[in-house]
Every structure is written in structure tokens, then in C-alpha cells.
């Protein structure tokens, strides 16, 4: 991303008060207790299991693992995981926004 597109962003996330998520395209993740996770903004699943879960996103992947993980409902662009959570790792291509 060029250093102008970067000053766009900020200024505009800025001016019109928007959530860094929407503006970045960034994952945002909502996490009850270690029972259940709801993630926003993947870009598809590489892998699953009942103990591993690896999510594409637009900068890096999500990896998420547990126990007994399901997935309970799945769209083009959010998911929620069912289980016993342990980990959360955003593993990010380098780059910042």
C-alpha cells in the first residue's frame, strides 16, 4: 500500500470516525468466554479441525486452536467456532496499515 493511500485512510478514518476494521479490512473477532468465537472479515478457511482452525484474511492468516471445535455457522465473510478455545494467533504478512 503506497504511503499516500496510507495518509487517505488515516485522514478519512479520522473525519468520518470510522472503525479502523471497515476502513483496513481488518478481522474483527468476538470471543465468549473460550466457548465461542464469531470472526468478521476472513477470506476463507485453509484448514479444519477438531482441535485447529486456519483462516485467510485479507493481510495474513488466523490461527484458532482448542478442543471440540465446530464451526456453527459460516457466510462469505464471517464464521463462528464452537469449543473449548486456548489460542488466538494473527499470524500478519509484514505489512502495516
Same mark, same amino acid.
Given at each position: @500500500?503506497? #504511503?499516500?493511500?496510507? *495518509?487517505?485512510? *488515516?485522514?478519512?478514518?479520522? @473525519? +468520518?470516525?470510522?472503525?479502523?476494521?471497515?476502513?483496513?479490512?481488518?478481522? #474483527?473477532?468476538?470471543?465468549?468466554?473460550? *466457548?465461542? +468465537?464469531?470472526?468478521?472479515?476472513h477470506r476463507g478457511v485453509r484448514h479444519f479441525s477438531a482441535d485447529k482452525l486456519i483462516l485467510s484474511l485479507t493481510q495474513g492468516t488466523m490461527e484458532i486452536t482448542g478442543s471440540g471445535l465446530s464451526i456453527r455457522a459460516i457466510q462469505s465473510s464471517e464464521v463462528t467456532i464452537e469449543g473449548t478455545i486456548n489460542n488466538i494467533q494473527y499470524i500478519g504478512t509484514g505489512e502495516r496499515p
Open positions: @500500500m503506497s #504511503r499516500i493511500s496510507r *495518509k487517505l485512510q *488515516k485522514w478519512t478514518q479520522e @473525519m +468520518l470516525d470510522l472503525p479502523q476494521d471497515l476502513l483496513f479490512d481488518l478481522p #474483527r473477532l468476538t470471543l465468549i468466554g473460550n *466457548k465461542e +468465537l464469531h470472526i468478521e472479515n
